[in-house]
């Protein structure tokens, strides 16, 4: 594996750990938020997933995967889809990167370099998720350890003696 395809599946696996971390949870848990946090449960894993998508498509890639839903109950299979079709384009657009930087235009009108789209979306999704632990911690919960550490012990990665 490359460089840039480690970092995402990295990224890629601990938002489906998390996801996984998730399921069995009360709707009542799935609302719950802590202060410093973006929202509730429910809220951050839709935001921190929906995001991807737009990440891929503002620098010119082709997301080819389902839509979240924002409304009705979480799926979190539907937002594990999400999460690995996302890392398809955001790998193919990072690699593409190393032929050459390019910029698109924002929304807005400002020009951006397509790589700070794409550090972005790693630092996102990890800001996100670490909010996600903090409400599960504050609920008593042991949120998964989803660290490069660990990504690299279940993977093989990391080997002990």
Do not use: K
Request: aromatic share 6%; net charge negative.
């Amino acid at each position: 594996m490359t460089l840039i395809e480690d970092l995402y599946h990295q990224n890629e696996w601990a938002t489906l750990r998390l996801l996984e971390a998730c399921r069995g949870l009360s709707e009542e848990q799935l609302e719950a938020d802590a202060p410093g946090t973006f929202g509730s449960i429910r809220r951050t894993l839709l935001h921190l997933v929906g995001a991807d998508p737009s990440y891929v498509t503002r620098i010119g890639g082709t997301y080819e995967g389902p839509a979240v839903q924002y409304d009705g109950p979480l799926d979190l299979d539907l937002l594990a889809q999400v999460t690995q079709r996302s890392t398809v384009g955001l790998i193919e657009r990072a690699e593409r990167s190393l032929e050459g930087s390019w910029t698109f235009t924002s929304p807005e009108g400002e020009e951006i370099d397509a790589e700070v789209v794409l550090a972005q979306a790693l630092n996102h999704a990890t800001e996100h998720r670490a909010h996600v632990c903090t409400i599960l911690t504050t609920l008593g919960i042991e949120p998964p350890e989803l660290d490069a550490w660990a990504w690299a012990e279940e993977t093989g990665r990391a080997r002990m003696p």
